[in-house]
């Protein structure tokens, strides 16, 4: 079995730094690399009911709109270069990738980070900082 | 602002001060014109039983959740552990992540019921009905749980799913559908039925009765002025929200009316707290009078007559409107739904209403003779509270006693309130209007224009009829909803008994 890196890309110049460094490690290692474009999303949200009731015709469009605008074209730009495998998937984005590193057995997470400082990150913390407190398997965060 | 704006703002309110008093009378020819036809139906919706005093429909709504709370065995109780686990996602594919979670529609059919009735209604009933009447609305609440488990599993069993992905649902839906799987007669003609009263619920209690009572709280804030201003100020945001599909104003609300309720209930445990050693007292006297009934108008009846009826206008359950809500949710198994749905009576009358009581009651605010222990009451009846204020003002004195500074709060609850009330109830009736009319763009708007400039009327002008009209109108859906519920409760039962089985066996897990 190949080693697998997890990426979290959502198609933003700090994800792209985060994908063109962990092709450059997969080609070394000759890993393969997932790619997880996490959309960010809280089942304790407040909707009205008419949000409700076109919920889920939004989530099929977000989907269809995250593989078109995001996925697809970075599949065409990678040109087969690595193996990679995509996934679109709903939630809190740092609780997301490490539920899905640990269920495809990620030996790694790669993670771009916005370089948000102060005050904002102080009280909200960051993807970043909030993964790499709690991900059980190595992570590296890519300026 | 600008010295153009002022003008023109000034302009605009003089123009408003001067219409007032034609508003008025026209207001009252309105008022007229439409009693003709509405106190008949009114007098029926509230016509007492033969020989007491105890209104009818108020009996039906009480026979009914204690008849599903038989049938279902007690299934609030015996469920409830497991109801809150549906609540938390114990029980949600992580695949399903991105639709709509239990918890959103529990927390939007709650923002419809929580309001006035919490607040105002509560105050109201304790009023007249004494500490007792707690006790009978407690009762109310835990019974009318099992009406909205039963109405809310069958909205979303018998719902229309488009191709689109959007759904519709409701008693409608369930009385046309449910009917002819079962082969019972009658189920268009409730349906069609059910969705003309939603109409006028959602146009009146749900819309003018909330835009009135808005408007009663910013008078008694800023002082008196046209209500119209009031009216087209929350027409206009309700037409961006409803219309104008403006996201922001909705989810400002949606945000701020769950903090507003849990800063309500958060100040209410303050107080009790900060009454500690009366809290016995307090209970003793709601038992005594629930069953004694000692010193009200009415007796032991006129406290439960008062307690049953605060629960069910506050609750909702029955009358087939949170069926409507919890309907769009994309679920596997319509009881889960169901299961949700039945911890809104207990979060909106057993916690937020007795909370309301307790406080009105351990401060002090109904008035005893200190020599005979009994109430001191008013003329008309009612009990003679502290300060002398009755309705929101009650509620509103009680909690002054403990923070000088909560009335501004709970204007603002209230006004808040009454908005996401509003928002609620323009989804539901729109829903019945589509029943009626058909799907499609132009038919919905038209709906919603309607319902905004209702919004308007209801704020402008005092309308003793059309709001009791409006308040009959939601009772009228009880009563062909409740019909339906006795005709379906089969089917919920098989749901009920298929799913427990399975929780139990482990087919069904947690996810977490």
Redesign the interface.
């Known amino acids: 079995m190949t080693t697998k890196f997890l990426v979290g890309y959502d198609g933003s110049d700090e994800s792209k730094r985060a994908l063109d460094f962990a092709i450059e490690r997969a080609e070394l290692v000759d890993a393969s690399l997932t790619i997880a474009y996490v959309?960010e999303?809280s089942?304790?949200?407040?909707?009205?009911?008419?949000?409700?009731?076109?919920?889920?015709?939004r989530?099929?469009e977000?989907?269809t709109r995250a593989q078109e605008a995001v996925i697809e074209p970075l599949i065409a730009s990678l040109d087969g270069k690595v193996k990679i495998e995509t996934v679109i998937?709903?939630?809190n984005i740092s609780d997301?990738l490490i539920?899905t590193a640990t269920e495809i057995g990620a030996a790694q997470i790669i993670l771009g980070r916005k370089g948000s400082s102060g005050i904002t990150s102080r009280m909200f913390g960051s993807t970043a900082g909030n993964l790499v407190q709690s991900s059980p398997v190595p992570c590296t965060i890519v300026p | 602002m600008t010295v153009y704006n002022k003008i023109l703002a000034a302009s605009v309110a003089s123009a408003m001060a001067v219409s007032a008093s034609a508003q008025d009378a026209i207001g009252e020819k309105i008022d007229a014109a439409f009693s003709v036809f509405a106190n008949p139906f009114v007098n029926f919706i509230f016509a007492p039983i033969p020989g007491t005093s105890f209104p009818w429909i108020v009996i039906w709504l009480v026979v009914a959740a204690t008849i599903f709370s038989i049938y279902f065995a007690f299934v609030q109780f015996r469920a409830m552990r497991l109801s809150i686990s549906i609540v938390k996602?114990d029980y949600?594919d992580?695949n399903d992540?991105?639709?709509?979670?239990h918890?959103?529609?529990l927390?939007?059919a709650l923002?419809?019921t929580v309001g006035l009735g919490n607040i105002a209604g509560v105050a109201v009933a304790v009023s007249i009905g004494g500490a007792g009447a707690t006790f009978w609305m407690i009762l109310a609440g835990l019974l009318g749980m099992a009406s909205k488990f039963t109405e809310c599993t069958l909205g979303v069993k018998y719902r229309n799913e488009y191709a689109?992905?959007?759904?519709?649902g409701g008693p409608m839906y369930y009385m046309t559908k449910g009917f002819a799987e079962r082969g019972l007669p009658g189920g268009k003609f409730l349906a069609i039925l059910f969705a003309i009263f939603c109409i006028f619920g959602s146009l009146g209690g749900g819309n003018m009765f909330q835009a009135n009572q808005a408007h009663q709280q910013l008078t008694g804030l800023f002082g008196e002025f046209s209500g119209i201003i009031t009216g087209v100020i929350f027409a206009a945001i309700v037409f961006a929200?409803?219309v104008g599909g403006v996201?922001s104003i909705?989810?400002v609300t949606?945000?701020v009316?769950?903090f507003m309720g849990l800063m309500y209930v958060g100040t209410a445990l303050i107080i009790l707290l900060m009454n500690f050693s009366a809290i016995p007292a307090a209970f003793g006297s709601i038992f005594a009078g629930a069953f004694t009934g000692a010193g009200v108008a009415g007796g032991v009846i006129g406290a439960l007559i008062q307690g049953f009826k605060r629960a069910a206008f506050s609750n909702e359950a029955g009358v087939g409107s949170a069926a409507?809500?919890h309907s769009?949710?994309?679920t596997k198994e319509p009881i889960t739904e169901g299961l949700v749905s039945l911890l809104e009576p207990f979060i909106d009358t057993v916690v937020i209403c007795t909370m309301t009581a307790l406080v009105i009651i351990i401060t002090g605010q109904l008035t005893t003779d200190p020599a005979t222990g009994l109430y001191i009451l008013n003329e008309g009846g009612t009990i003679a509270t502290a300060t002398g204020a009755s309705g929101v003002g009650l509620t509103s004195a009680a909690f002054e006693t403990a923070f000088g500074w909560f009335p501004v709060v709970l204007t603002i609850a209230v006004i808040l309130f009454a908005f996401s009330t509003m928002?609620?109830w323009s989804?539901?009736g729109l829903k019945a209007w589509t029943f009626l009319f058909g799907e499609g763009k132009a038919k919905e708007v038209t709906f919603k224009v309607i319902f905004c400039l209702f919004v308007i009327v209801g704020a402008a002008i005092p309308l003793g009829t059309v709001i009791d009209f409006s308040d009959a109108a939601i009772f009228a859906m009880a009563v062909v909803n409740i019909v339906a519920l006795y005709c379906l409760m089969p089917v919920v039962k098989r749901e009920l008994e298929s799913f427990m089985a399975r929780v139990k066996s482990g087919e069904i897990k947690k996810y977490k």
Do not use: C, M, N
């Open positions: 959309l999303w089942p304790y949200s407040f909707l009205t009911p008419e949000e409700i009731e076109q919920r889920h015709k989530r099929q977000e989907i998937k709903y939630g997301t539920s | 996602g949600s992580p992540a991105g639709e709509v979670s918890f959103q529609a927390a939007t923002s419809g689109d992905g959007t759904v519709s929200v409803i996201k909705a989810s949606e945000k009316v769950p409507i809500a769009a949710v994309r928002i609620s989804y539901y």
